[in-house]
């Protein structure tokens, strides 16, 4: 038997006239990501720029158009054997662009980048978790320095090295790239990236309740710094000026002198001093 739950009420909703500009936006994004090649971030710009401010309010959030966006775009055509859309296995050039691919990792690169970063003496690596596909765990990118200009060359995970020897290497503080780098090129230099040490550390002052002290004291605040300017002291005199940094942080400090030195300067080890200190320019 059919029964109401309810009686039918008055529609009284007053006219929005401020959803309207929302609505086109949202119908131009859909058309435009289905019928053009434009970049996803092209299309929402291009879509809110004559927009009202009025009717931002009525918009859903950028994350939500830009995935709106992903989910108009055709279905590329893919060989059923690989993961990559048959459009994207060559550059705009005609070059192959797929080195490498098994069901764990895919290489992205072209024998012209190989031949570029093969007579490069400095290479320059970096991950992210961030900007990869889903079923991947990590993007990680090599590049090189091409006269005065750091170019991106390859995409994915460093190829087997064969007779491939850089003179150095600069990459970011994470132990299993340090650990991959020492394996593949035990004669190369490794030298870590300024930008990341400062981070480890200033993760290490707020992980001991520091935070307050670094933005309030002004002592604190410089003894920090001059720990962070320890790369630039010649390697033999870096264990001297640690400890002489060490002696002017108050013993609230002690957990992060202890990290500090574990981490970058290295640990006594028995009665002997065995310090082999990782900092250094390098120049």
Known sequence: MDSFLSE?????????PERIPAIEVKNQVKIKAATSDEASSSILHSSLRFMPLSAVVSLPSSDSLMRTIRRQRPKLRSDPNTRVPDNLRKTDRGEEFILYEDNEMIIFTTKTNLSLLKNCKHWFMGGTFKVCPDEFYQLFTLHALL?????????????EPDDFEPASILSDFESGTIKTIKEVFPNIIHRGCLFHFGQCVWR????NGLSKKYQEDECFRSNVRKLLSLPFVPVDDVVAAFQMIEGDFDDDAEVLMEYFEKTWIGEKKKRVIEYSPILSTGY
């Open 147 to 159: 006269k005065s200009v750091i170019i991106l060359l390859v995409y994915g995970l460093l190829i």
């Open 8 to 16: 039918p009420t008055t529609h009284t909703h007053v006219p929005d």
């Open 204 to 207: 290490h002052i707020q992980d």
